[in-house]
């Protein structure tokens, strides 16, 4: 599965990882995570990540 970067703040989502204390599980496509979910470092949404 392919990692996204926070285009803000440079955090990795790992699907391998997941988020699991923003109730992301491990194994979590990031196409999967809910729409509603923000990055855990600097708090923006989905749209500001890219493929890395």
Not at 7 to 14: A, S
Not at 24 to 49: H, L, R, Y
Request: hydrophobic share 30%; glycine share 10%.
């Amino acid at each position: 599965m392919q990692k996204y970067e926070c285009d803000v703040c440079g955090y990795i989502y790992d699907p391998a990882l997941g988020d699991p204390d923003n109730g992301v599980a491990p194994g979590t496509a990031f196409a999967d995570i809910p729409e509603d979910w923000v990055c855990p470092e600097c708090g923006v949404d989905k749209n500001s990540f890219s493929e890395v």
